[in-house]
């Protein structure tokens, strides 16, 4: 039975309501909480985008399930500073952290004024990231001179056990490049050839036995027309593939390159229905695929209904 949690969208909803919600997805019977990690939103519409290590602090401490969230360390973030938020919270939430690290999208990374690498050079630069911050971690002095600098770091608080370090991807290849230096594998819902593709090609290069997750977009409502107006009106800025979706900068140009998105062309990237039963569905056909954990993303604004929906009639059929 896979771990069924809920995600916790930074872009779309006020910290102060996402930690209610959170409260109330464990309240209802997910299973864990995995959070976005935002400078920007993806749409004026959205209109929110608070600091995912902040909350995560206070969610953490409200709750008792396991949390996780992704990061793009390199640009935004140095990756001492990521290995020091990642040690803090997991020294005071032993086994419940899990971070994966992946290369970013301009619309995060672009406020620093630095140029915009190109996706080789960012997956090297992740690279380097990801072994400062394992070193940090175990605890060692760390120097490095590459795509990013670091003088003489060391972590004095320590958790006794570093989180887990997962890797985001979305193509084969990637999956493939992240097996060789990533705990376990987090990638999005796509039709099922593509999604065997990403799951073989990291097992078939380093990442056999280890942990696959999932984050799936949903948009549940009463009425399945209201499922779909909602889905177009929160999340049509996100049906582009890449690479466009990782280099527009602004919420304003994802909204101009989303003018001619239709409400029909959602099912593409989102699963739209008002029968529970459907979606339970869905989520075994899912966890037959090999998933070992499935994050839920509700692509609107408002969490508490959908929350109690799926505590009631989906998560049980999951679990049976």
């Keep these: ?25 464990q309240d209802v019977g997910f299973d864990a909480v995995w959070s976005s990690d935002h400078f920007s939103p993806w749409s004026v519409r959205q209109g929110e985008s608070g600091f995912a290590f902040s909350w995560l602090g206070a969610a953490m401490a409200k709750t008792t399930v396991p949390f996780g969230v992704v990061n793009a360390p390199g640009q935004r973030y140095h990756p001492a500073i990521v290995a020091q938020a990642m040690a803090t919270l997991a020294e005071m939430f032993p086994g419940r952290l899990s971070v994966a690290l992946g290369t970013g999208e301009f619309s995060n990374e672009h406020i620093t004024g630095e140029r915009w690498p190109d996706k080789a050079a960012r997956n ?5 990231c990801v072994e400062v911050i394992r070193a940090l971690l175990a605890g060692d002095e760390v120097t490095h001179h590459g795509q990013v600098h670091v003088d003489r770091a060391r972590l ?23 097996g060789e230096w990533a705990e376990g594998l987090i990638t999005i819902w796509q039709p099922e050839e593509a ?4 799951i073989d090609a990291f097992r078939e290069n380093g990442g056999d036995g280890k942990p696959l997750a999932l984050q799936v977009h949903v948009s549940w409502a009463p009425d399945e027309t209201e499922a779909l107006r909602i889905a ?11 690479p466009l979706c990782w280099d527009i900068a602004t919420p304003e140009e994802f909204d101009l ?8 062309d959602m099912h593409g990237g989102v699963l739209i229905s008002n029968d529970p039963k459907r979606f339970g569905e869905w989520l075994h ?9 499935i994050y839920l993303h509700h692509v609107g604004q408002e ?12 998560l049980p059929g999951v679990r049976a």
């Design 1 to 25: 039975m896979p771990v069924v949690g809920w995600h916790a969208s930074h872009e779309q909803i006020s910290p102060s309501r996402l930690l209610a919600d959170a409260q109330h997805a």
């Design 124 to 128: 090297t630069r992740l690279l380097e």
């Design 156 to 178: 004095w608080t320590l958790p006794d056990r570093p989180p887990r370090l997962l890797a985001t991807a979305v193509s084969a290849a990637t999956a493939g490049w992240a």
């Design 195 to 198: 999604l065997r593709r990403v």
């Design 232 to 242: 177009h009106e929160q999340w049509r800025t996100n049906v582009f593939e890449a």
């Design 257 to 264: 390159a989303a003018k001619h998105v239709r409400p029909e």
């Design 285 to 293: 056909d899912i966890a037959d695929l090999g998933f070992d954990e």
């Design 303 to 314: 969490q508490r209904a959908f929350l109690d929906c799926f505590g009631e009639h989906v």
